[in-house]
């Protein structure tokens, strides 16, 4: 099969008995709906379970014919994801929040390079990994909303399908996460200036 | 800690985000449990 098929053939074709298609489809979404999963549960373990249910929920829908193309296929297997996401929070009972004003929230203490000889490209480094348990730090909502953005390029209609809330909803935990992201660069001192 | 940049804060967000999720993939194991499962399904 060396044509390029989009998302809709390969469901018809995988609806048709033909496996290799649905392989491409799993090729092609694997690592966006498995780090979009990772990125809120934060166990990798638990992240391929879910990743595995959300998958088999997928080839059940689609085996049934009620796989509707109202919109892209990632958009339907985010929404899949997000919905066993919110079910595994519910069972362990446990919406973890972060409260970046706690004077115990310290995440950041490695940050303390200021010597100014050291290279731009360690500074770089340092903050991009200061950056990163930022990010790990906002609430799941906001974190969600920013991987969906910025790394699955969804539209905010598409993030407010996906997880079943009002596109100003959605907007407004975009722009919250970015706030609380420069929040705490601010609280430890990453001063992220543009040249 | 002060970085002189041609790149928002946001960017250098996005680029981060592109880091830590590219990384990410799922195990072969899972995969192949997935795709077993594609092939023998009768849940239509």
Known sequence: MSEILNDKELVLRYQNGDVASFEMLVDRYQNKVFSYIAMLVKDK???DDIFQDTFLKIIRTIKAGAYKEEGKFIQFAMRIAHNL???YFRKAKRLPMVDPTKEDYDMLDNAKFTDP?????MITE???DDIRKMIEYLPEEQREV??????DDMSFKEIAEATNVSINTALGRMRYALINLRKMAKQK???LTVA | MVLNSTLSFEDMVKDVLHDMCAEMQPSRKTL???LQYAATCECA
């Open chain 1, 117 to 121: 000889s050291i290279e731009e490209q």
């Open chain 1, 189 to 191: 001192n990453v001063a």
């Open chain 1, 126 to 128: 340092q903050i991009h």
């Open chain 1, 85 to 87: 996401i919110i079910d």
């Open chain 1, 45 to 47: 373990q638990l992240a």
């Open chain 2, 32 to 34: 192949d449990t997935i």
């Open chain 1, 146 to 151: 920013l991987v969906m953005r910025m790394y």
